[in-house]
């Protein structure tokens, strides 16, 4: 089992900036993807980042937010990080945290097996 924790969340006016984190307590993460959803009231699941878990630590972010929002990880400190800017009023959403061990189905949340509990990020006009 794999507890994640999010952080970082809040209030904010639109063009403001959050750093959200993400850590596992007691746990090695370098051998996971790590991912960030996000879920609107009313509306699905998405997918908004990915830090995948290979030698280059590489990343994946949508086209859709990838000018504003960035992922980054700290292996020692078990923690994940995503960085939010620009942000704008349909931003406003529950944040979650994801973790799994493949690279496979990265947009999927149905394919990662731990999450998080979710932050609440709220973005005013």
């Known amino acids: 089992q794999v507890q994640l924790v999010e952080s970082g969340g809040g209030s904010v006016q639109a063009g403001g900036s959050l750093r959200l984190s993400c850590t596992a307590p007691g746990r090695t993460i370098s051998t996971y993807t790590l991912a960030w959803f996000r879920q609107a009231p009313g509306k699905e699941r998405d997918f908004v980042a990915a830090s995948i878990w290979n030698p280059l630590s590489s990343t994946y972010i949508p086209d859709s937010v990838n000018n504003r929002f960035a992922i980054s990880r700290d292996n020692a400190k078990n923690t994940v990080y995503l960085q939010v800017n620009s942000l704008k009023p349909e931003d406003t959403a529950l944040y979650y945290c994801?973790?799994?061990?493949?690279?496979?189905?990265?947009?999927?949340?149905?394919?990662?097996?731990?999450w998080g509990q979710g932050i609440q990020v709220i973005v005013s006009s």
């Open positions: 994801a973790a799994k061990r493949s690279n496979v189905g990265l947009r999927s949340s149905g394919t990662y097996a731990y």
